[in-house]
């Protein structure tokens, strides 16, 4: 696995990526953002590429610019050492890490807001976050020249508010949803889950429970208003302070009150000092 950490050597790997490629095709370079902290969930977006036949980079940056003034950058966890060699392990073969001053240069005045799917949910909690999401997957687009992205479905927001990115600015990438991995209790995987005590590491597979209950009763006809009121009763009644339990229109996010073609069960509820999101299809 190549490790490149200045745009010279992000350059010169991809290109030898590619040159190594069983394909010429763009998507047979494939990109995997991340922040690091690596989890099973974050090696499957690097499998699922890997599957396609695709050469994968794996960026990792904590990036600065989508975490809010009261969110504490300085907590998030790091672990080049464990992640590379998680990356390796994994058949990964460009490790992308930029430093900050890599991203961004002095200088740099660039920044990409997109409406639509980013108002709302982690839109309205986290303001200025999808702005950062935005601008930093479009510059690991053009470093990486990847044809090709995997995400997480965990972050189903995230995965629409580049959809939305790449269909407006004519991006030439393939977007790629991987499901959401999951601890054998249900729980969605997270570099978050680390902070939970084992007291809340009981009650937070919970989160994901209480949308499967709701998502069975919507299917069966139930009116979505109680549905949705009842899910965060039940969260409440277990510990979490709910931020939100929304039953949207799978692309755009706009909340729905009957099932369409494309429906999706969004939550948000906090867990003593953790911020849980989960999401599924209904
Ligand atoms: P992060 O490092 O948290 O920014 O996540 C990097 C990528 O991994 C994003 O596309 C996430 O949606 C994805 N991801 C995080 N957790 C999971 C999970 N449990 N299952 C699948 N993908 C995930």
């Not at 590619?18 to 977006?45: F, I, K, Y």
């Not at 998030?76 to 890490?97: F, H, M, N, S, T």
């Not at 997957?137 to 997480?152: D, E, I, R």
Request: aromatic residues 6%; hydrophobic residues 50%.
């Amino acid at each position: 696995m190549q490790i490149a950490r200045s745009m010279a050597e992000i350059r010169s790997a991809t290109a030898q990526a590619r040159q190594n490629a069983t394909s010429s095709d763009a998507e047979s370079l494939a990109l995997v953002p991340t922040m690091g902290a690596l989890h099973a969930g974050h090696l499957e977006l690097v499998r699922a590429a890997k599957a396609t036949g695709a050469k994968v980079v794996t960026s990792i940056f904590v990036n600065p610019l989508q975490f809010g003034a009261n969110e504490d950058l300085s907590r998030y966890p790091r672990d080049e050492a464990g992640d590379l060699a998680k990356l390796q392990a994994a058949g990964c073969d460009v490790a992308w890490l930029p430093g900050v001053d890599v991203m961004y240069p002095p200088g740099d005045a660039t920044l990409i807001s997109v409406g639509g799917p980013s108002a709302g949910f982690e839109g309205a909690a986290r303001p200025g976050h999808f702005t950062g999401v935005a601008t930093v997957v479009a510059k690991l687009f053009g470093q990486t020249g990847a044809g090709a992205a995997f995400f997480g479905a965990k972050d189903w927001q995230q995965v629409q508010v580049i959809r939305r990115m790449v269909e407006d600015l004519c991006l030439p990438v393939a977007i790629n949803v991987v499901p959401t991995m999951r601890e054998a209790s249900g729980l969605a995987m997270s570099s978050r889950n680390r902070f939970l005590s084992d007291e809340e590491r009981v009650v937070a597979p919970a989160l994901y429970a209480t949308l499967n209950d709701a998502a069975i009763r919507l299917r069966a006809g139930d009116k979505a208003a109680d549905v949705l009121a009842q899910a965060e009763a039940a969260l409440r009644a277990r510990g979490f302070v709910p931020d939100y339990v929304s039953l949207v229109e799978a692309r755009s996010l706009q909340p729905i009150a009957v099932l369409g073609a494309e429906n999706r069960l969004l939550a948000a509820a906090r867990l003593g000092s953790v911020r849980l999101l989960d999401n599924i299809e209904v």
